[in-house]
């Protein structure tokens, strides 16, 4: 039986992490000036260095600028941001995504998964995509919502495997805790059954090398009543 290490979280982690909360609560807002390193030290009972590091780490990560002479401010993430600051942005709030977040990744999906589908039957054979078939039936087996948004996730990164863009599945991966997230979630207000068949759909139009159907196929977009209900909520993932 293996453990895996145990690694305690710097005094640096520690100070970038409240940064970052402070950022993306609200409370610290796009162009307001940090006080100075040696103020902040103080102030946090640490010393400047782990202050001067953190500073650059959020630097990095697109949520300060370090202006010489002047001091750091922050920034609009948005502009200065990379894949880090987006996973900083997933981590917030204990990991519990808020509605604008899940629809801006929704939207963003939506946009991955027709390019997917398209690929997909632009470049793989007959037989790469009927491969695809025992991944879609963990979909039907499966007895949870738990398992079976495992199952759908593993059917989409295989796809993304035959697009034969080499981002795709890395950016499917970067997501996959999100991922099964929403469709754990989604399975549980539609049904396991109904979840299959959407799949199943997805697959068939694939093998019938249906393009249009195919990117339109992916199933899971907000149209419904349930999603409504759940982007007028203020606790985001609580709602599941």
Known sequence: ???????????TDMFVQQVENMILSGELKPGEKLPAARDLAARIGV??????????ELENLGFVQI????????????????IETLIAIMRYNGGIMRPREVASLMEVRGVLEGLCMEKVIDRASDGEIRGVKPYLDKIKNAKTPEESASAVFEFHHELAMLSGNMLLPLLYHSFKPESIHLWQWYSKHIGLDRMYEIKKELYEALIMRNKEKAMKTPGEYPDEEWWKNYSQSENGWEAL
């Open 67 to 82: 202006k010489p002479r002047q001091g750091a401010y922050v920034c609009d993430y948005r502009k200065k941001g990379t």
């Open 1 to 11: 039986m293996g453990f895996d290490k145990i690694s305690a979280v710097s005094l």
């Open 47 to 56: 010393s400047r260095p782990v202050i001067s590091a953190g500073l650059i």
